[in-house]
């Protein structure tokens, strides 16, 4: 029997090498996520498991499917939390080297109801964490890691017997198979594939081969110490390098893909980076003809072009805002029945027949080239330079501790609403709509918006802004006011992003 998680051990001594250290934080809004050794252990993990099995048990399901990304950790993660699923009575199918969609398609595989992915996804080394479902394609939301936070910490978990393990061979290449499936090009085209050498090397460049695409492979040969860059293609350093690619292969658009393959970013043939919400919108104008009169569900960090797009209003498209995070887009995609859900971020969800209804990047893929092969004479900056102009800056985080963040991000929603109360104006225009749905998404009178919000997986604050005018104004939206009204917050951190 494990002893109840703790959450004050320290690392290297010997408290710590006999008890499972968990503290609380890491259990997000919908996965979990902590600092390896000084945030959770190896019997930490275990005691995860076990508290993961219990709640399976509860829900009427014991079989699930485990999988880890490539880390130099992540597969003594795994077992350590396979053993705690085994002691919980679990029924493990083991697939081995993973993205989180490999896992998520090895739930339809192998008819599995569950998955626990062991990633980290793109955050720094010395993280790692748990991505969990149990009613495919959803995964886990607040309430369910609500409850097994309850199991975990309360040392709640129930040993039963009957557990076993079985590794299953051939998944991953069934699930290449799958996402190549979606797009045989017709047009040639030279993609630049980008994985920061994180696990989505082993599978992009073979996937986007068999799509048709002559592939430029960049950093695709997997190194967990991340040499060149972190696996992310929301971050500019990624974005810039497939940019250089672009240029000196003469591609015709980079796809790159964060650390466990969930997500995809994307670079024109220009060398240029479009935000995913952009490639969504472009996404979204190409499927409207298609499927009229569809639903397409967005996050509020996201363009608010799609609200006022005329290509989606001729067809009768209706775009919903949501929360932001892969969990919340999934499940709203998947309940209001939605032909696709784009989240800034740069995951994609495609319901039947274009997905299953999880974010996969070699899906998003897929649907990227696809648009190009119905579009023969376009460019991916012709289809950029198509769209109305908005100027959307990057996503920022500013450090805000986890214990806190929360908090701090309700007095600035507060602050927000006191000032359209009044009829305030920022920079100028008044306020026509704070939305709260997820932090603070506040409207101006001519389009424009700025964001604030806190992380869901980090211990951060996310910051966006957009304006309908220029490139300047949107800079201006950001340090003469999301800047300097978060300044007022000594517990918020200083910017490491320049816009």
């Given at each position: 029997?494990?002893?109840?998680?703790?959450?004050?051990?320290?690392?290297?001594?010997?408290?710590?090498?006999?008890?499972?250290?968990?503290?609380?934080?890491?259990?997000?809004?919908?996965?979990?996520?902590?600092?390896?050794?000084?945030?959770?252990?190896?019997?930490?993990?275990?005691?995860?498991?076990?508290?993961?099995?219990?709640?399976?048990?509860?829900?009427?399901?014991?079989?699930?499917?485990?999988?880890?990304?490539?880390?130099?950790?992540?597969?003594?993660?795994?077992?350590?939390?396979?053993?705690?699923?085994?002691?919980?009575?679990?029924?493990?199918?083991?697939?081995?080297?993973?993205?989180?969609?490999?896992?998520?398609?090895?739930?339809?595989?192998?008819?599995?109801?569950?998955?626990?992915?062991?990633?980290?996804?793109?955050?720094?080394?010395?993280?790692?964490?748990?991505?969990?479902?149990?009613?495919?394609?959803?995964?886990?939301?607040?309430?369910?890691?609500?409850?097994?936070?309850?199991?975990?910490?309360?040392?709640?978990?129930?040993?039963?017997?009957?557990?076993?393990?079985?590794?299953?061979?051939?998944v991953a290449e069934r699930y290449i198979a799958d996402a190549a499936a979606r797009c045989a090009l017709k047009r040639p085209l030279k993609v630049v594939c980008a994985c920061g050498n994180g696990t989505a090397g082993a599978f992009a460049p073979e996937a986007l081969r068999r799509m048709g695409a002559e592939v430029i492979a960049m950093d695709c040969d997997l190194d967990w110490t991340f040499p060149r860059y972190?696996?992310?293609?929301?971050?500019?350093?990624?974005?810039?390098?497939?940019?250089?690619?672009?240029?000196?292969?003469?591609?015709?658009?980079?796809?790159?893909?964060?650390?466990?393959?969930?997500?995809?970013?994307?670079?024109?043939?220009?060398?240029?980076?479009?935000?995913?919400?952009?490639?969504?919108?472009?996404?979204?104008?190409?499927?409207?003809?298609?499927?009229?009169?569809?639903?397409?569900?967005?996050?509020?960090?996201?363009?608010?072009?799609?609200?006022?797009?005329?290509?989606?209003?001729?067809?009768?498209?209706?775009?919903?805002?949501?929360?932001?995070?892969?969990?919340?887009?999934?499940?709203?995609?998947?309940?209001?029945?939605?032909?696709?859900?784009?989240?800034?971020?740069?995951?994609?969800?495609?319901?039947?027949?274009?997905?299953?209804?999880?974010?996969?990047?070699?899906?998003?893929?897929?649907?990227?080239?696809?648009?190009?092969?119905?579009?023969?004479?376009?460019?991916?900056?012709?289809?950029?330079?198509?769209?109305?102009?908005?100027?959307?800056?990057?996503?920022?985080?500013?450090?805000?501790?986890?214990?806190?963040?929360?908090?701090?991000?309700?007095?600035?929603?507060?602050?927000?609403?006191?000032?359209?109360?009044?009829?305030?104006?920022?920079?100028?225009?008044?306020?026509?709509?704070?939305?709260?749905?997820?932090?603070?998404?506040?409207?101006?009178?001519?389009?424009?918006?700025?964001?604030?919000?806190?992380?869901?997986?980090?211990?951060?604050?996310?910051?966006?802004?957009?304006?309908?005018?220029?490139?300047?104004?949107?800079?201006?939206?950001?340090?003469?006011?999301?800047?300097?009204?978060?300044?007022?917050?000594?517990?918020?951190?200083?910017?490491?992003?320049?816009?």
């Open positions: 029997m494990l002893a109840i998680p703790r959450a004050d051990l320290r690392p290297n001594t010997a408290a710590y090498e006999n008890a499972p250290l968990v503290k609380a934080t890491g259990f997000r809004e919908y996965d979990a996520r902590w600092l390896l050794g000084s945030e959770i252990n190896l019997l930490g993990l275990q005691a995860l498991g076990l508290g993961l099995g219990t709640y399976l048990h509860e829900l009427g399901k014991r079989r699930i499917v485990v999988g880890h990304d490539f880390r130099s950790y992540s597969l003594s993660v795994k077992q350590a939390l396979t053993l705690g699923l085994l002691t919980a009575g679990c029924e493990v199918l083991d697939i081995g080297l993973a993205l989180s969609p490999t896992a998520y398609f090895a739930q339809f595989d192998l008819e599995a109801p569950c998955v626990a992915m062991v990633t980290a996804s793109h955050n720094e080394n010395g993280w790692t964490g748990v991505k969990m479902g149990a009613a495919p394609p959803l995964t886990f939301g607040p309430d369910e890691i609500g409850r097994l936070r309850d199991i975990v910490l309360g040392g709640a978990g129930i040993e039963r017997s009957g557990g076993t393990l079985t590794h299953v061979l051939g972190n696996p992310n293609p929301e971050d500019t350093e990624m974005l810039h390098m497939m940019g250089q690619a672009v240029r000196e292969h003469g591609a015709d658009l980079a796809l790159g893909f964060d650390g466990d393959g969930d997500r995809c970013g994307v670079v024109d043939d220009e060398g240029e980076e479009i935000f995913a919400d952009k490639i969504g919108l472009m996404l979204a104008r190409d499927l409207a003809p298609l499927y009229p009169n569809a639903t397409f569900v967005v996050d509020v960090k996201s363009t608010g072009l799609y609200a006022t797009d005329p290509v989606l209003a001729a067809h009768g498209a209706t775009t919903v805002y949501w929360k932001t995070g892969h969990s919340y887009i999934k499940r709203k995609t998947s309940e209001l029945g939605a032909l696709a859900g784009f989240e800034k971020s740069g995951h994609f969800f495609f319901n039947g027949p274009l997905g299953r209804g999880y974010d996969c990047g070699l899906t998003a893929a897929a649907a990227v080239l696809a648009m190009l092969d119905r579009n023969p004479d376009q460019r991916m900056s012709d289809l950029k330079r198509a769209l109305p102009v908005a100027y959307t800056s990057l996503t920022m985080s500013p450090h805000c501790a986890d214990e806190i963040k929360y908090d701090v991000a309700a007095e600035i929603v507060q602050a927000y609403q006191e000032l359209a109360a009044a009829g305030g104006s920022i920079l100028g225009r008044k306020i026509t709509e704070v939305i709260t749905v997820n932090g603070v998404r506040v409207a101006l009178d001519d389009g424009s918006w700025i964001l604030v919000r806190p992380s869901s997986n980090k211990p951060e604050l996310v910051v966006v802004v957009e304006s309908t005018r220029s490139a300047d104004d949107m800079r201006a939206l950001f340090h003469r006011e999301v800047k300097e009204r978060l300044a007022g917050w000594p517990a918020i951190g200083a910017y490491n992003q320049e816009i």
